[in-house]
């Protein structure tokens, strides 16, 4: 049984940083990639880090440089690494984690099967 387990988000001003965790429990090992997407009201979920086995990792443009995704050695937690937050990255962050995956080229993935419950982050100015 994998679970998908977000937290970490909260309000911070423009500028400041944020440290969100997400646990992913059950993960075989094999190939998985895990990923953070976000989320407003009234648009679509977009991808914005995302980690395979490998350590290879893909970015949304608009946080290359910002934002930083990691995992520790047994990876089990995932990390999504937000500075110089800006109230355009406000939104409800989701996790999700794929199992036989890879990353390539820098590329995000957008199908994932398991998913956690979101942290809400905002980003006021």
């Known amino acids: 049984q994998v679970q998908v387990v977000e937290s970490g988000g909260g309000s911070v001003q423009a500028g400041g940083s944020l440290n969100l965790s997400c646990a992913v429990s059950g993960r075989t090992n094999d190939n998985w990639c895990v990923a953070w997407f976000r989320q407003v009201p009234g648009k679509q979920r977009e991808p914005v880090a995302q980690?395979?086995?490998?350590?290879?990792?893909a970015y949304l443009d608009s946080v290359k440089g910002r934002f930083t995704v990691s995992q520790d050695n047994a990876k089990k937690i995932v990390y999504l690494q937000m500075n110089n937050l800006q109230p355009e990255d406000s939104a409800m962050y989701y996790c999700?984690?794929?199992?036989?995956?890879?990353?390539?080229?820098?590329?995000?993935?957008?199908?994932?099967?398991?998913w956690g419950q979101g942290t809400q982050v905002t980003v006021s100015s």
């Open positions: 980690i395979d086995n490998d350590d290879s990792t």
């Open positions: 999700a984690a794929e199992r036989w995956c890879r990353l390539f080229r820098g590329g995000l993935r957008y199908d994932y099967g398991y």
